[in-house]
């Protein structure tokens, strides 16, 4: 082990260029550890089935984009039978990439080696259910919040290694509770370790409308009714009931650069000169931040971002250079349109969506 931490500055690391966030399911799935929580029967499965479908055929959910990829369903509570009856109730035509298995190693035992040993063989992979996270853990009479977390830890380890989306399927609490994330069974260790929490909640079991809560670390808190289609097994959304609406300002601020800068080739100065150059609405420290944080994608369109200091400013350069494949510009038949449809889906956020027909 080392004797010295191996530290970064807080000046240097907010102008290093990192790779933004990942998501599977745009601004509501990232990549990381996730946990999908609901009471026995609610329809849990039925929902991950349709993702790992969705996803794998690069469909939306709801109105959120997908990046499609392939996707592994460890069925640990189901037969081959019961998963082929369920793929014929909720799909016309089966997907080459998505896969399912109806046996695993325990976390511990060899999961992890499994778990890799797929994405080795599959590199386009991005989303993995596991149903159920009983179905994979070890028996263990020590500390439950020790074990909970430690536990998680492992798959969160191999999680980010492996650089894809993990979606625990999971039970909740018999006990009610004002924040449905409270009734997610087991301890705060367990809860503690992942990053994201989904809660799919029924006011009874008759019913066939839910709520779906999602929180966690790289997205917003979010909290959706759902009505489930007992003719097509699958949850449609009925409407968005979260506290504030959703926006997606400070992504769309990147477009405009992006527009901005294509039309001016080459830009140096403050943030605020640049939003005041941009005529744009959106805040200066706004705009120094998604530049700082995407600029590996920016690299990726042709268009480099830098800092410097000059006194007390900060100044950044932006400079653009048409790629080999980047037709934005000089092209009859772009009708004067800048060609920016192969950016990442980050930087085309979906309105909510209002209601699914």
């Known amino acids: 082990m080392q004797n010295r931490f191996n530290t970064i500055d807080g000046e240097t690391l907010m102008n290093k260029p990192l790779m933004p966030i990942r998501f599977v399911v745009q601004s509501l799935i990232p990549q990381g550890l ?111 919040y020790a074990n909970d977390y430690r536990e998680l830890s492992i798959l969160k380890s191999i999680t980010d290694k492996l650089d894809v989306a993990v979606l625990l399927i999971h039970h909740l609490r018999k006990q009610g509770d004002t924040d449905p994330v409270n009734m997610i069974s ?61 926006s997606f300002s400070a992504d769309d601020a990147i477009v405009e650069i992006v527009d901005f800068i294509k039309a001016e080739e080459k830009f140096v100065g403050t943030a605020s000169e640049l939003a005041e150059k941009m005529k744009t609405n959106v805040r200066p420290n706004i705009l120094s931040k998604k530049l700082t944080q995407n600029q590996m994608l920016l690299t990726d369109m042709g268009i480099t971002v830098s800092f410097s200091r000059t006194g007390k400013k900060r100044e950044l350069m932006l400079k653009y250079e048409p790629l080999a494949n980047d037709f934005s510009d000089g092209n009859d038949d772009n009708d004067g349109k800048n060609v920016i449809g192969y950016m990442p889906d980050l930087l085309s956020q979906p309105s909510l969506p209002s209601q699914v027909e």
């Open 34 to 144: 996730s946990i999908l929580a609901g009471t026995p029967k609610t329809g849990k499965s039925w929902l991950a089935l349709w993702l790992c479908l969705q996803i794998a055929k690069g469909e939306d959910v709801w109105n959120f984009k997908t990046e499609k990829g392939t996707t592994l369903y460890l069925c640990l509570e189901d037969s081959e039978n019961r998963i082929q009856s369920r793929l014929f109730d909720i799909t016309d035509n089966g997907s080459d990439n998505a896969y399912f298995t109806i046996a695993s190693n325990a976390i511990g035992n060899g999961l992890e080696q499994q778990l890799e040993n797929f994405v080795k063989e599959h590199p386009d992979t991005n989303f993995i259910v596991i149903d159920t996270l009983q179905k994979i853990r070890k028996i263990s009479y020590d500390n439950a």
């Open 186 to 246: 087991g301890t705060t260790g367990l809860t503690g370790a992942v990053d994201g929490l989904y809660v799919l909640k029924k006011d009874s079991r008759r019913t066939h409308t839910a709520k779906f809560i999602a929180t966690g670390r790289d997205i917003e808190d979010r909290e959706f009714t759902l009505d489930f289609d007992k003719v097509n097994h699958i949850w449609n959304f009925v409407s968005d009931d979260s506290a504030e609406p959703f």
